[in-house]
């Protein structure tokens, strides 16, 4: 494609972009389609010739956009609020077009440059102290992944370089809360811990991590021969957005050599309201920390930034230099592909730098206390309503909730919540998360769409009224 | 930003794009900035009023376009061709605007299904077997690490689920050409093999690794206790396009139950061509591969397609499953976070169909067969000029030359051909980038820029003279 037919062909997608933002509010929220749907309206096999890009766009109105849920989408309240500012989407879009690619700081200096300058202002924003520094990774799931990895090798003076993890010579144990999100487990598994040597730690009634079961745990494999190596506490759980006590947790961790990783994946944009800090009182004591820009702030998917506040370990574990990515540049730069797992790496930077320049510090701000306040409304509404009930603290923008008829309890209550909630899905009008809280099912609110306002919460507010009045006043069956 | 303004805003973007790509041949390929030039043309604090749009795509011209080495500059011959065909980055913009999320498959159906049908297309295109499945990953980093892991618990019988890698009962040994890319040590070593049990086996004089000699380190390391785990084996090298004999290769991972990853990073672009797919004769014996589609085949970064003969592996190794992540329609479908690292996941398929609907396939056979033209044309005119030689096998589109002028070996002969590499790069005229072959350095000549036609190979050919010519010629010092 010419950069001129590139011209006419990107006018036509950023109109359709802009009338698929302005219109999504009129689409059902969750796909109205069955699995295989999609894969059966297209082709089996390539085009040999080249088609018509007029037929490739006609596709994606015809066969891909009804085969979407809907982030964007006000009446979104499912897992968390993933927004793409339109800002920051431009930005992404730029990165794109650009096509330069971070393999060596040489291979695109403003790329590493710009990485390092608009992940200080993160850290800025989010009131960390000045000896954290930032990297922009694609997800959570990663950034954890690298951080167990690190504590693995600093636990094991560095393994990797001789016998690799079975010459340690005791099994290293891995500590998070029983509600950390399930990327936790995945990166111990992965990173070669093994369950056996993973503690889940209880929680108290507010769902966050008990520190003096840590405690306890800790204590319990040191008299066993284990060697405590890592905990993560979490900002913000993913079903409740409880609250881990990072203090006491920074305190233990201090005390016994554990390296202390913060998920603050979701929660983390809230650090930039002052107000908000108190939920992360002792981050200062993290080696590590990852928030999602991706999640609440408004950068467009992917963009997790990973904080860390001593980079030579990060830099020993990850580094390669082979002579084709050597450059005279190496001794007075940074280059990032030492700080990650991947050695390409995109412009991820530019999404960031053009949502916070576009926005302002001030205009995410307000976004998300306009949210918080809705989410209490939510909250009070919803508590003060028989038979309702709200079912943990709600401190950020999710409310967990769950309808209680007389009568029903047990499996016939998770019925009950499962029904009503899979008819408010299906019906397309809104879409929530259920899942599972004390082992009872229940319904996650997640507010926080970039195009949700109070009038939309208003209004899920009436919908889970009808959908549990028995299915009634749906538009959608 | 409202739909409206990012109409206004995108347009001017995209004219922007379509400029800077028409004129990036007018630009020094490598960036004619220092360090701490960028970050010190930037605000060190955020801004907290929001600022005007005209003022980030101002700063884009005046502080990250000079900062840049232009990788879709026709005289761009550094690492490897990453071409983000613009049909490729509109598909990208699609995906970007749309912001919807792959989570589970009901998270956005149509992000899973067209990811299904596009890299089957693209497995059609390569010629392999339909038992290969693909989904997509960020790099080949990724990748390999996620077959390494795949290997790890594959041979130790699932030791994730139970002890770790710790109790493996011996150590488990991974087997790679001395000539493999750096990512396969990276991730040999974060998976916990360890340095000392991966073993880079000799190559043949074309650069490839000898079958006979990795029959011998995995009977040494049987005779010793050790477990042969894994064998990588690569299609097209990073320093000169070398082709491990994966036939030979196979028959012994098969023989000795070593689970075999092909890297076809880079070439695997190459075998949509028929008559290149003698390189990878014996690939049906893989057990997983990695093909790039990002590299020489033109989609935007990043694009990493990863296929596997048996999912049920890699599932295995990769799945979780929270009650948050549940769906009712979770039998029917596939979720392809249990296929990787990430949980959240893009909707990159867009931009892989977008390029191969735009292109055909004939439209990329044709791209590609220029540049394996283009690349004879400059091994011919290289080798029959004394004092220049052509040091490797040219296969694909790579040239690996050095000028050795009378007297000069060893060291000297060294520094000349960094001295004239870097004459080269730092006068913007073309970007070259050089390597380590047998000890001595030597310059990669990577052709494959979407824009690069034989005149500029032509071009970079009276460029490499005049540079060795003492450096006169050169348009900017």
Redesign the interface.
């Known amino acids: ?7 006419k ?3 036509e ?10 219109g999504v509010d009129r689409r059902p929220v ?2 109205q ?1 069955a ?5 059966r309206a ?1 082709p ?8 018509p ?1 007029d ?2 766009l006609r596709d ?1 109105d015809r ?10 989408h006000p009446m979104f309240f ?2 968390f609020p ?6 920051s ?2 930005g ?3 990165s ?6 971070g ?1 060596a ?7 590493t ?2 990485e ?2 608009v992940t ?3 850290r ?2 989010l009131g960390l102290p000045a000896e954290f520094s930032g990297v922009i990774q ?5 950034s954890t ?1 690298v951080a167990l ?1 690190c504590a ?1 090798e600093r636990a094991s003076g560095y ?10 010579p005791a ?1 290293l144990v891995v500590y998070a809360s029983a509600h950390s ?3 936790v ?2 990166a111990a ?9 993973l503690r889940l730690i209880p929680c108290d009634e507010a769902f966050a991590m008990r520190a003096d079961a840590l405690a306890v745990a800790i204590a319990d494999d040191q008299a066993a021969g284990r060697i405590p190596c890592a905990v993560v506490a979490t900002t913000g759980t ?2 409740t957005t409880a609250l881990d006590p990072i203090a006491a947790i920074a305190t233990l961790a201090s005390r016994h050599g554990l390296w202390l990783h913060v998920d603050a994946a979701m929660a983390g944009s809230a650090m930039v309201l002052p107000e908000c800090r108190w939920m992360w009182d002792g981050i200062d004591g993290a080696d590590s920390m990852v928030v999602n820009p ?1 999640k609440w702030l408004g950068a ?3 963009c997790s930034v990973y904080y860390v506040r001593d980079p030579d370990v990060l830099v020993r ?2 580094s ?6 050597q450059t ?2 190496d001794r ?2 940074k280059n990032f592909r030492d700080w990650g ?4 790496r ?1 412009f991820r930077a ?1 999404k960031l ?2 949502l ?8 995410l701000q307000a976004r998300l206390r306009r949210d918080l306040v809705n989410a209490q409304w939510l909250a009070q509404a919803v508590g003060g309503t028989s038979p309702w009930r709200v079912l943990a603290p709600v401190p950020l923008q999710t409310v967990c909730v769950r309808h209680e008829p007389d009568g029903l309890a047990g499996d016939a209550l998770d019925r009950h919540t499962l029904g009503w909630v ?1 008819r408010i899905n299906r019906s397309g009008d809104a879409y929530l ?4 809280l004390d082992g009872r ?1 229940m319904a ?1 609110v997640s507010i926080g769409s970039l195009a949700t306002e109070r009038t939309h919460v208003e209004r899920l507010w009436k919908i889970m009224h009808a959908a549990t009045d028995g299915g009634a006043g749906f538009s959608r069956p």
């Open positions: 494609m010419t950069p001129d037919e590139f011209r062909r990107g006018h997608l950023i109109d359709w972009i802009a009338d698929y933002r302005a969750m796909a389609r699995p295989g749907d999609v894969r297209l089996a096999t390539p085009p040999h010739e080249a088609e890009f037929d490739v994606l066969i891909v956009v009804p085969g979407l849920s809907h982030w964007s499912g897992y993933c927004n793409g500012e339109l800002s989407v431009l992404d879009y730029a794109t077009g650009l096509g330069v690619l393999l700081w040489q291979s695109s200096p403003a790329l440059e710009v390092e300058v200080d202002w993160l800025q924003m694609d997800t959570a799931s990663t992944l990895l693995r393994s990797l370089a001789r016998g690799g993890v079975r010459e340690i099994p999100h399930s990327s487990e995945k598994l992965l990173a070669g811990f093994g369950r056996d040597h993913t079903t991706h467009a998917f992917d574990v990850m390669t230099n082979p002579s084709y990515l005279s540049a007075e730069v797992l991947p050695l390409g995109r530019l730098w053009f916070i320049r576009e926005q302002g510090v001030a205009g899979d998360t259920p899942a599972l099912w996650r």
